[in-house]
């Protein structure tokens, strides 16, 4: 594993960082969670079905707070209000879909939205490299428009920062590397490099378009010629729609074999969101990268 020791040693805390389980009654979450709470990181509250969380957890569930619910609507309701109620400090994701979590988080009543874009951020490393690598958006938004995307940035950079990259370098992706007005998400990349470079995209810096090759592989983009000062070098990767994002995200755990966490950022915590069949260990990362995302918070 190389990312959780690098996001691990930026780790000063405290005390332990409540954190709310929406749908915890699921072997990996647990897992997750046991390994958290013996690290001294987190103290879990775990919204589920009771019977089915203490079964899992066997002779340790009486360490932890559980909530019990009849439903995953329920659930995920219970686990948004009591960050609502600022009684917990993170939100975790467990065995449920995506979409009924967002549901309780967007609730006009008691909902913790607090910008206009939530999106998902994925961090990442690769066997062979210990750089960091933050892919936005894979999870959230469907087909982002033109300012949906800089919200998109902006939200990767606060995550990038964070994570300890000074001045992230963001690349805009699509599938060629110049302007092309047939292809949307290249004339996007190029209006947003603009954008940057007139100080309205801040802490960063923007290029693109950019291929996938010539964003993160210096030979790459020096034998095609890019003269983008991003070019091969870039720490964030914006693509162009959910479908890219998705794939790109499950494709570095499954076909290299790469560590990953999951966040969705937007909102009044830091929401720890990893796809269900991930592992313990990814939903680890992903508790670690959401503590950091707590800022000053954390400590």
Known sequence: MRLYPTLMNRIHLTHRIRCAVACAEDETVLSSIIQAYDL?????????????????????SELFEIVDAQTKDEACALAVKSIFNEEN????????????????VLNKEWGIRDK????????????????????????????????????????AVSVAISCGIEMPKVGVLSAIEK?????????????????????????????????????????????????????????????PNIEAGNILYKSISYFSKGDVAGLVVGAKVPIILTSRADSDADKLNSIVCAILNLGDKNG
Not at 40 to 60: T, W
Not at 89 to 104: H, R
């Open 40 to 60: 001294g990181l987190i103290e879990p509250v775990l919204y589920g079905n009771r019977q089915e969380i203490q079964e899992i957890l066997n002779d340790r």
């Open 89 to 104: 400090q993170l939100l975790m994701k467990g065995f449920v879909d995506t979409s009924v979590l967002l549901k309780a």
């Open 116 to 155: 206009s874009v939530l999106s998902h951020v994925c961090v990442a490393t690769l066997p062979h490299s210990e750089k960091l690598y933050f892919i936005s958006d894979s999870a959230m938004n469907i087909l982002p428009d033109l300012m949906t995307k800089k919200s998109i940035i902006e939200n």
């Open 179 to 239: 302007v092309n007005e047939k292809m949307p998400s290249s004339v996007d990349a190029d209006l947003l490099s603009q954008m940057a470079k007139r100080g309205e995209i801040l802490h960063c810096t923007v290029d693109g378009p950019f291929a996938f090759d010539n964003a993160i592989d210096v030979h790459a983009a020096h034998h095609k010629g890019v003269k983008h000062p991003n070019a091969g070098e870039c720490d964030i990767l914006i693509v």
